[in-house]
Protein backbone atom coordinates (compact mmCIF):
# COMPACT_ATOMS: atom_id res chain seq x y z
CA UNK A 1 0.00 0.00 0.00
CA UNK A 2 1.27 3.00 -0.81
CA UNK A 3 1.40 6.27 1.70
CA UNK A 4 1.02 8.38 -1.08
CA UNK A 5 -1.65 8.18 -3.68
CA UNK A 6 -1.47 10.03 -6.73
CA UNK A 7 -3.81 10.17 -9.63
CA UNK A 8 -4.47 10.37 -12.59
CA UNK A 9 -1.30 8.26 -13.31
CA UNK A 10 -1.12 9.41 -16.99
CA UNK A 11 -2.47 12.73 -18.37
CA UNK A 12 -1.92 13.57 -21.65
CA UNK A 13 -3.99 17.24 -23.08
CA UNK A 14 -3.70 19.90 -25.79
CA UNK A 15 -1.87 22.89 -24.76
CA UNK A 16 -3.47 25.89 -23.43
CA UNK A 17 -6.02 23.16 -21.59
CA UNK A 18 -6.40 23.19 -17.79
CA UNK A 19 -5.78 20.23 -15.68
CA UNK A 20 -5.45 19.23 -11.86
CA UNK A 21 -3.76 16.24 -10.44
CA UNK A 22 -4.00 14.87 -6.55
CA UNK A 23 -2.23 13.75 -4.14
CA UNK A 24 -4.28 11.58 -1.34
CA UNK A 25 -3.26 9.73 1.62
CA UNK A 26 -5.19 8.89 4.72
CA UNK A 27 -2.25 10.08 7.44
CA UNK A 28 -1.41 13.46 8.60
CA UNK A 29 1.56 14.98 7.16
CA UNK A 30 3.47 18.16 8.74
CA UNK A 31 4.43 19.36 5.35
CA UNK A 32 3.86 18.02 1.85
CA UNK A 33 6.11 19.01 -1.25
CA UNK A 34 6.05 18.83 -5.24
CA UNK A 35 8.47 17.96 -7.46
CA UNK A 36 8.67 17.66 -11.47
CA UNK A 37 11.32 15.21 -12.95
CA UNK A 38 12.02 15.53 -16.57
CA UNK A 39 13.57 13.00 -18.30
CA UNK A 40 17.46 12.03 -17.38
CA UNK A 41 16.99 14.28 -14.41
CA UNK A 42 15.96 14.33 -10.73
CA UNK A 43 13.12 15.70 -9.16
CA UNK A 44 13.23 19.45 -9.25
CA UNK A 45 11.51 21.07 -5.92
CA UNK A 46 8.51 23.19 -7.00
CA UNK A 47 6.58 24.17 -3.61
CA UNK A 48 6.44 22.67 0.26
CA UNK A 49 3.31 23.89 1.62
CA UNK A 50 2.15 23.35 5.31
CA UNK A 51 -0.48 25.08 6.65
CA UNK A 52 -3.66 23.11 6.16
CA UNK A 53 -6.18 24.78 3.30
CA UNK A 54 -2.78 26.86 1.86
CA UNK A 55 -2.51 28.16 -1.45
CA UNK A 56 0.80 28.78 -3.10
CA UNK A 57 1.00 30.08 -6.91
CA UNK A 58 3.88 29.68 -9.08
CA UNK A 59 3.23 31.45 -12.36
CA UNK A 60 0.50 29.17 -14.05
CA UNK A 61 0.83 26.39 -11.02
CA UNK A 62 -1.29 26.65 -8.28
CA UNK A 63 -0.74 24.38 -5.16
CA UNK A 64 -3.55 23.27 -2.39
CA UNK A 65 -2.57 21.72 0.68
CA UNK A 66 -5.83 19.88 2.04
CA UNK A 67 -7.54 21.51 5.47
CA UNK A 68 -7.07 18.18 7.07
CA UNK A 69 -3.48 17.98 5.53
CA UNK A 70 -3.70 14.90 4.10
CA UNK A 71 -4.11 15.69 0.44
CA UNK A 72 -3.02 17.93 -2.00
CA UNK A 73 -3.69 19.07 -5.24
CA UNK A 74 -1.42 21.14 -8.26
CA UNK A 75 -3.59 23.04 -11.22
CA UNK A 76 -1.87 23.79 -14.09
CA UNK A 77 -3.82 26.62 -16.24
CA UNK A 78 -3.14 26.95 -19.64
CA UNK A 79 -0.39 23.96 -20.11
CA UNK A 80 2.21 24.30 -22.28
CA UNK A 81 4.23 21.72 -23.84
CA UNK A 82 7.73 22.70 -21.02
CA UNK A 83 5.04 21.36 -18.40
CA UNK A 84 5.47 18.15 -19.68
CA UNK A 85 7.36 16.05 -16.85
CA UNK A 86 6.30 13.73 -13.80
CA UNK A 87 4.88 15.57 -11.54
CA UNK A 88 5.90 13.84 -7.78
CA UNK A 89 4.20 15.06 -4.82
CA UNK A 90 6.25 13.65 -1.36
CA UNK A 91 5.85 14.12 2.67
CA UNK A 92 6.85 13.29 6.07
CA UNK A 93 4.49 12.32 8.56
CA UNK A 94 3.36 14.38 10.88
CA UNK A 95 5.16 14.01 14.63
CA UNK A 96 6.92 10.93 13.00
CA UNK A 97 10.63 10.52 13.55
CA UNK A 98 12.42 8.89 10.42
CA UNK A 99 13.77 11.35 8.40
CA UNK A 100 12.98 9.71 5.31
CA UNK A 101 11.06 11.89 2.54
CA UNK A 102 8.47 9.32 1.25
CA UNK A 103 7.34 10.21 -2.63
CA UNK A 104 4.23 9.64 -4.24
CA UNK A 105 3.06 7.38 -7.10
CA UNK A 106 3.42 9.94 -9.55
CA UNK A 107 1.33 11.64 -12.52
CA UNK A 108 3.34 11.12 -15.95
CA UNK A 109 2.01 14.79 -18.01
CA UNK A 110 2.15 15.43 -21.49
CA UNK A 111 1.53 18.06 -23.01
CA UNK A 112 0.63 18.06 -26.96
CA UNK A 113 2.04 21.01 -28.94
CA UNK B 1 23.26 22.33 -12.79
CA UNK B 2 21.63 21.66 -9.21
CA UNK B 3 24.89 21.34 -7.10
CA UNK B 4 24.67 17.88 -6.24
CA UNK B 5 27.23 15.79 -8.63
CA UNK B 6 26.44 12.63 -9.30
CA UNK B 7 29.28 9.87 -10.75
CA UNK B 8 28.76 7.72 -13.04
CA UNK B 9 26.47 8.76 -15.20
CA UNK B 10 25.78 5.63 -16.75
CA UNK B 11 26.87 2.10 -15.39
CA UNK B 12 26.41 -1.65 -17.66
CA UNK B 13 27.72 -4.62 -15.39
CA UNK B 14 27.31 -8.53 -15.19
CA UNK B 15 24.93 -10.07 -12.49
CA UNK B 16 27.59 -11.12 -9.60
CA UNK B 17 29.46 -7.75 -9.77
CA UNK B 18 29.92 -4.73 -7.26
CA UNK B 19 29.73 -1.42 -7.99
CA UNK B 20 30.16 2.12 -6.01
CA UNK B 21 28.07 4.85 -6.99
CA UNK B 22 29.34 7.83 -5.72
CA UNK B 23 27.24 11.12 -4.44
CA UNK B 24 28.96 15.34 -3.65
CA UNK B 25 26.40 16.69 -1.96
CA UNK B 26 25.30 21.09 -2.88
CA UNK B 27 28.07 22.83 -0.89
CA UNK B 28 26.95 23.28 2.87
CA UNK B 29 24.29 20.44 2.55
CA UNK B 30 24.89 18.19 6.08
CA UNK B 31 22.26 15.24 4.78
CA UNK B 32 22.86 12.95 2.05
CA UNK B 33 19.66 10.99 0.90
CA UNK B 34 20.09 7.71 -1.75
CA UNK B 35 16.92 6.86 -3.87
CA UNK B 36 16.04 3.48 -6.46
CA UNK B 37 14.20 4.63 -9.25
CA UNK B 38 12.32 1.51 -11.80
CA UNK B 39 9.84 1.66 -13.46
CA UNK B 40 7.40 -0.37 -11.53
CA UNK B 41 8.40 0.82 -7.96
CA UNK B 42 8.61 4.76 -8.47
CA UNK B 43 11.41 6.35 -6.13
CA UNK B 44 11.95 4.26 -2.93
CA UNK B 45 14.04 5.31 0.01
CA UNK B 46 17.26 3.35 0.65
CA UNK B 47 18.86 5.28 2.90
CA UNK B 48 19.98 8.64 4.92
CA UNK B 49 22.96 10.04 6.28
CA UNK B 50 23.61 13.04 8.27
CA UNK B 51 27.10 14.89 9.25
CA UNK B 52 28.67 10.88 8.65
CA UNK B 53 26.60 9.17 10.77
CA UNK B 54 23.62 6.89 9.13
CA UNK B 55 20.55 8.47 10.23
CA UNK B 56 17.24 6.58 8.43
CA UNK B 57 16.89 3.48 6.58
CA UNK B 58 14.34 2.48 3.88
CA UNK B 59 14.08 -0.50 2.12
CA UNK B 60 17.47 -1.23 1.42
CA UNK B 61 18.87 -4.62 0.46
CA UNK B 62 21.36 -6.30 2.48
CA UNK B 63 23.95 -6.61 -0.45
CA UNK B 64 23.70 -2.83 -0.40
CA UNK B 65 25.29 -0.20 1.85
CA UNK B 66 26.56 3.24 2.11
CA UNK B 67 28.88 5.77 3.99
CA UNK B 68 29.35 9.01 4.14
CA UNK B 69 33.06 10.49 4.38
CA UNK B 70 34.09 13.42 6.45
CA UNK B 71 34.36 15.37 3.27
CA UNK B 72 30.36 14.73 3.50
CA UNK B 73 30.34 13.10 0.49
CA UNK B 74 28.72 9.63 0.08
CA UNK B 75 29.36 6.76 -1.56
CA UNK B 76 26.38 3.43 -2.53
CA UNK B 77 28.22 0.17 -2.57
CA UNK B 78 26.03 -2.39 -4.49
CA UNK B 79 27.06 -5.74 -4.04
CA UNK B 80 26.25 -9.26 -6.27
CA UNK B 81 24.29 -7.32 -8.48
CA UNK B 82 20.89 -9.34 -9.75
CA UNK B 83 19.34 -7.91 -12.80
CA UNK B 84 16.41 -6.70 -10.63
CA UNK B 85 18.67 -3.84 -9.50
CA UNK B 86 19.22 -2.12 -13.07
CA UNK B 87 17.45 1.06 -12.15
CA UNK B 88 18.10 5.12 -11.97
CA UNK B 89 19.89 5.58 -8.42
CA UNK B 90 19.50 9.31 -7.13
CA UNK B 91 21.58 11.30 -4.38
CA UNK B 92 19.63 14.25 -2.43
CA UNK B 93 21.15 16.41 0.17
CA UNK B 94 19.77 19.08 2.15
CA UNK B 95 21.13 21.18 4.99
CA UNK B 96 19.62 19.58 7.26
CA UNK B 97 17.23 16.63 8.95
CA UNK B 98 14.01 18.34 8.30
CA UNK B 99 12.45 19.30 4.89
CA UNK B 100 11.45 23.34 5.01
CA UNK B 101 14.20 23.57 1.99
CA UNK B 102 13.14 20.75 0.16
CA UNK B 103 15.95 17.90 -1.04
CA UNK B 104 17.93 18.87 -3.95
CA UNK B 105 18.49 15.92 -6.33
CA UNK B 106 21.05 15.09 -8.53
CA UNK B 107 21.39 13.83 -12.26
CA UNK B 108 21.19 10.06 -11.27
CA UNK B 109 23.34 6.77 -12.15
CA UNK B 110 21.29 4.72 -14.36
CA UNK B 111 22.46 1.41 -13.43
CA UNK B 112 22.08 -1.29 -15.97
CA UNK B 113 22.78 -5.61 -14.74
CA UNK B 114 23.02 -7.85 -17.58
Known amino acids: TQLLEQSPQFLSIQEGENLTVYCNSS?????LQWYRQEPGEGPVLLVTVVTGGEVKKLKRLTFQFGDARKDSSLHITAAQPGDTGLYLCAALRANFGNEKLTFGTGTRLTIIP | DSGVTQTPKHLITATGQRVTLRCSPR?????VYWYQQSLDQGLQFLIQ???????AKGNILERFSAQQFPDLHSELNLSSLELGDSALYFC?????????????FGSGTRLTVV
Open chain 2, 27 to 31: SGDLS
Open chain 2, 92 to 104: ASSLGQGMPGGYT
Open chain 2, 49 to 55: YYNGEER
Open chain 1, 27 to 31: SVFSS
